[in-house]
C-alpha cells in the first residue's frame, strides 16, 4: 500500500487528538516521519521468506507494511495508556556518553531499555509457539525501536555527566529559528516570525528531518540513493553495539552545541539543522539495514 500525505495528516490528526489525552508532552522518538522513513527503506530489503512473514503478521493492520506499523509504539499513549506506561522505558537507554559503556544492571534495571527490548521483542516474534497477535505486536515493537536506538538522544544524555540528567536532551532548552511548523502535538507555539521554543531532543526527534522539506516517498527516495543496502549477519552487531555507537555519536557529532566561548548554545536555526542533517539521515539508513536483516535472520 502507498503512503500518502493524506495519511499521514489523518495519523497526526489522529496522534494530536490522542496526545492531548496524556499527561506528559515528553517526546518520545523520531517523528512519524523518521520511523516511517526507516520501515520504508527496511522493506524492499527483506528476503521473500520474510516479506511474506511479515505480511501475515500484519494482516489487517490499515497499513501492513513496516513503515505503516513504525509509530504504533508511540501511538500507544492514546489507544492502550496502561501498555504505554509498562513501555515507556523500552523506547530509549540513557549511557553516559563520556563513556558509553553499557552496564545492564545500571543502564538497564529489570530490562526496562531500548537494548533489552530489541532482545526481548525479537525471541517473541522468533517464537511460532506465541500467539499471532503477539508476535504481531512483537514485530510492530521491534520496528520501532530499532529505529529508536538509532536516534542518538535516545542513548545517551551529555548532561549526565556533569552531575545533571537532562532526559537525553528534554530538558536541554532550545530555542529554535526555522520555517518548520511544530508538530502538531506540541503544547508550545511561537508568535509568528519568533524563533520557535522547544528543547534539543525534540530538534533531534523532528525538526532535523522535516526541515529537510522533502515529501516523505521523495525523502525516502533521496536516501536510498544514498545507499541502503542488505547487511550481512556477521556485520550486524547487537542492540547494545548500536546504543554505545549512537551514544558515542552525540560527542562526535556534537549534537550539544558550544559558542566560541565554550559555552551551551541554546540558541539554533538552520545552520546547526543543516549541518547535522547527513549524520541524522546517516543513522535512519543504518536503521533500516539492521531493522532488514534482524526481520530476514529472525523469520526465516
Ligand atoms: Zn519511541
Known amino acids: 500500500m502507498t503512503f500518502s500525505r493524506q495519511r499521514l495528516r489523518r495519523t497526526l490528526i489522529a496522534l494530536s487528538a490522542a496526545t492531548a489525552l496524556a499527561t506528559t508532552p515528553t517526546a518520545f522518538a523520531w517523528s512519524h516521519l523518521g520511523h516511517w522513513l526507516v520501515g520504508e527503506l527496511a522493506q524492499p530489503l527483506l528476503t521473500p521468506a520474510a516479506q511474506q512473514q511479515v505480511a501475515q503478521l500484519l494482516q489487517g493492520e490499515p497499513n501492513p507494511t513496516l513503515a505503516g506499523v513504525a509509530s504504533w509504539a508511540d501511538e500507544l499513549r492514546g489507544s492502550d495508556a496502561g501498555l504505554a506506561r509498562k513501555t515507556a522505558k523500552w523506547h530509549y537507554v540513557d549511557l553516559d556518553p563520556e563513556r558509553c559503556d553499557y552496564q545492564p544492571p545500571r543502564d538497564c534495571p529489570d530490562g526496562n531499555c531500548v537494548i533489552a527490548a530489541i532482545d526481548a521483542q525479537r525471541q517473541i516474534l522468533a517464537d511460532v ?165 534482524v526481520l530476514n535472520q529472525t523469520l526465516k
Open 129 to 293: 509457539a506465541q500467539p499471532p497477535e503477539v508476535r504481531r505486536d512483537a514485530l510492530k515493537f521491534l520496528v520501532h525501536f530499532i529505529g529508536d536506538v538509532h536516534q542518538p538522544l535516545h542513548a545517551g544524555a551529555r548532561h549526565m555527566a556533569e552531575g545533571g540528567d537532562d532526559a537525553g536532551g528534554n530538558k536541554y532548552q532550545v530555542s529554535l529559528r526555522t520555517a518548520v511548523a511544530p508538530p502538531s502535538y506540541s503544547a508550545k507555539r511561537a508568535a509568528p516570525g519568533a524563533p520557535t521554543p522547544t528543547n534539543l531532543h525534540s530538534v533531534w526527534d523532528y525538526y532535523e528531518l522535516e526541515s529537510a522539506i522533502l515529501s516523505p516517498e521523495k525523502y525516502a527516495n533521496q536516501l536510498r540513493q544514498g545507499g541502503v543496502a542488505p547487511i550481512s549477519p556477521e556485520a550486524l552487531g547487537s542492540p547494545a553495539v548500536w546504543a554505545v555507537e549512537s551514544c558515542k555519536g552525540i560527542d562526535a557529532q556534537g549534537l550539544y552545541p558550544r559558542d566560541e566561548d565554550g559555552q551551551w548554545q541554546h540558541k539554533l536555526g538552520g545552520a546547526y539543522l543543516d549541518a547535522k542533517r547527513p549524520y541524522a539521515e546517516a543513522q535512519i539508513r543504518t536503521a533500516a539495514e539492521r531493522l532488514a536483516a
